[in-house]
């Protein structure tokens, strides 16, 4: 089944959870080099604060490392015990210092992640199943307590590296030390540009969208349901499941449009049909709670049609010709003519999204993405190239590479923006060395039995 591989990246740390009625005796026997003769009794293995550890916990974590194909047999169970603790400790913690994830946050994560496991696997029952679940009410509050846990992981380990700054001073301190023959070397890179061409949704189409909108709001005020409404018409997968719904605040990340006509609205009133970037929404508010408020909405996207697509395609061709007949340069045909505002204004230039320069190494492209530039010469622009977002929505884009970096021992004054990530992540790796040393002496921790004989990184057993 192709769709598993595809769905363990998706679900992630899910699995060690989900993984419970999964055989684990071979994970047992297989993977124990530090307890040979451990006996298979489920029982709590450690405490951090409020937070229990169970032996099959383990099994569990083993279960998923070697489902997405990494080798264990290296890997102890004391090894595994300690990553644990520092989730544990994390989560814990986060319940100290008062972060707060609303049910709607992991609502929302939760049937974003069910939606593309329901796609995967083909209907939730088979979903449950394939998680060894009773039934879709235990699965699903499983996964939610999971996911909240995960959440609370990722906000207080972010809290502590959002605290980290570095100065210039401190990243020519950190590249100063490194001995010559120990500088690190980065790949041949290149700098690339886009034009991208959406293509122009008829009138027609838009009225008609908008036509259907205005039919829902008036059944709806004749006695139908919002919520049937929205789980048949909606195109917001992310929230089809729950009719719709959401709960929101004047700093939730949603565009603009939205969130103006979500808080112009009285309690039970629903908006007319308006347009953001994702398409054409109506908008009905259910409660009003102090600053937030509880709606539901429906989203249609128009549809493109074969004629629209051929237009796309020829106005991007036609932009090529002028570029390449010397009529307009790349950067000035991306200002005034891609549908792309993001790299608009910079003359189309790409923005590599892990490190944040513009510099794309080759050995680390995106399959995708190498194939359509890795054989384009400098200056060279590439013909239309279709691209289809996860969403649906197709455009066409324009490449070019404008600029070429051969392999090279790294450079202070070429490579700072890679020598600043790099003397950043030694920064935040000591500040989260300094938290665990901190935290580890103020809270509750017990290891259990043969756990207790552990060799950790982390001072868990408190012995300094």
């Keep these: 089944m192709k769709f598993i591989s595809k769905l363990i990246l998706v679900v992630g740390i899910l699995m060690p959870m989900f993984a419970g009625a999964q055989d684990t005796t071979d994970v047992a026997q297989n993977t124990e080099p530090v307890f040979q003769k451990r006996q298979k009794v489920d029982g709590i293995i450690a405490t951090i604060g409020d937070y229990l550890i169970l032996d099959s916990d383990i099994d569990k974590a083993y279960l998923e490392i070697k489902s997405q194909g990494a080798d264990i047999s290296a890997i102890t169970r004391c090894q595994l015990l300690g990553k644990l603790m520092e989730d544990k400790l994390y989560a814990h913690q986060a319940i100290q210092d008062s972060i707060v994830i609303q049910d709607s946050q992991v609502r929302e994560k939760m049937n974003k992640q069910l939606d593309y496991m329901v796609e995967q696997l083909g209907t939730i029952d088979k979903v449950v199943s394939y998680f060894n679940k009773d039934n879709e009410e235990d699965f699903r509050s499983e996964m939610f307590e999971v996911l909240k846990t995960n959440m609370l992981v990722e906000q207080e380990r972010d809290k502590i590296i959002d605290e980290v ?22 790949g041949a890179e290149m700098e690339v540009s886009q034009i991208v061409v959406e293509p122009k949704v008829s009138q027609a189409e838009t009225d008609k969208v ?7 709001k008036k059944e709806v005020q004749d006695g139908a349901s919002f919520f049937g409404k929205a789980v048949l018409y ?15 605040n004047r700093k939730t990340q949603f565009v603009k449009e939205f969130k103006d006509v979500a808080f112009s609205l009285g309690e039970g009133e629903i908006s007319e049909p308006f347009a953001s970037e994702f398409g054409y929404h109506i908008i009905m508010v259910e409660k009003i709670r102090g600053q937030e408020v509880e709606l539901r909405h429906i989203l249609m996207v128009p549809k493109v049609s074969e004629s629209d697509m051929r237009e796309a395609k020829e106005k991007a061709a036609l932009i090529k010709k002028r570029i390449d007949d010397g009529e307009i340069s790349f950067a000035d045909a991306a200002r005034t003519m891609s549908d792309e505002k993001e790299t608009r204004a910079n003359g189309g230039i790409l923005i590599n999204p892990k490190t944040q320069d513009t510099r794309f190494e080759l050995n680390k492209l995106d399959p995708a993405f190498g194939r359509d530039v890795t054989n384009l010469k400098n200056n060279e622009v590439s013909n ?3 691209e289809t977002e996860p969403s649906g929505k197709k455009k066409y884009k324009l490449l070019t590479v404008t600029n070429r970096y051969e392999e090279h021992t790294a450079d202070y004054a070429k490579d700072y923006t890679k020598i600043k990530a ?12 300094k938290w665990f040393d901190d935290k580890i002496k103020d809270t509750y921790i017990k290891i259990n039995g043969e756990y207790s004989a552990c060799e950790f990184t982390n001072d868990w057993l408190k012995k300094k």
Excluded at 422 to 431: G, P, S, V
Aim: without cysteine; proline residues 7%.
């Design 210 to 216: 908008i036509r259907k909108l205005k039919e829902i």
């Design 234 to 248: 909606t195109d917001d997968k992310g929230s089809s499941s729950t009719g719709g719904f959401y709960k929101i």
């Design 165 to 186: 700054k570095i100065t210039p001073e401190e990243v020519r301190t950190f590249f100063n030390k490194i001995p010559k023959e120990e500088l690190p070397s980065f």
């Design 384 to 386: 239309p190239i279709l």
């Design 422 to 433: 790099l003397a950043l992540k030694e920064k935040q790796l000591r500040a989260i060395g």
